[in-house]
């Protein structure tokens, strides 16, 4: 087998390694809250809830609830992608890839 076959052979698995565990970090929630505000995002970005204490609806400040929100939404999204990133560069060696991160 020649070094190139033996070089896309790798290329291939290392491939079908990264589809499977971007599979899984897409079904891995992460949460985080900060101030009242709890926000879930699933590792492919998507987000599953937001959760407002009590407290916040009582005597609302649109501006600070909007500042709450982005950053929940932000932390959360900070967590699925330094998770993601971790887990890919173990299979392409610390290598950083376009598009798979």
């Given amino acids: 087998?020649?070094?190139?076959?033996k070089m896309l052979k790798q290329a291939q698995k290392m491939?079908?390694?990264m589809e499977r565990?971007?599979?899984e970090?897409?079904?891995?929630?992460?949460?985080?809250?900060s101030n009242g505000v709890t926000v879930v995002a699933?590792?492919?970005f998507a987000l599953v809830s937001i959760t407002l204490a009590p407290e916040?609806?009582?005597?609302?400040?649109?501006?600070?609830?909007?500042?709450l929100l982005l950053v929940a939404v932000n932390g959360a999204?900070?967590?699925?992608?330094?998770?993601?990133e971790a887990k890919?560069?173990?299979?392409?060696g610390g290598m950083n890839l376009p598009g798979m991160g």
Avoid: C, H, V
């Avoid at 970090?25 to 809250?33: I, W």
């Fill in 1 to 5: 087998m020649s070094n190139f076959q």
């Fill in 15 to 17: 491939q079908r390694d």
């Fill in 21 to 23: 565990k971007q599979g």
């Fill in 25 to 33: 970090l897409s079904k891995t929630e992460y949460p985080f809250a």
């Fill in 42 to 44: 699933r590792g492919d």
């Fill in 56 to 67: 916040l609806l009582q005597n609302p400040d649109q501006a600070m609830l909007q500042d």
């Fill in 77 to 84: 999204l900070a967590k699925a992608r330094e998770d993601m």
């Fill in 88 to 92: 890919l560069s173990s299979i392409t």
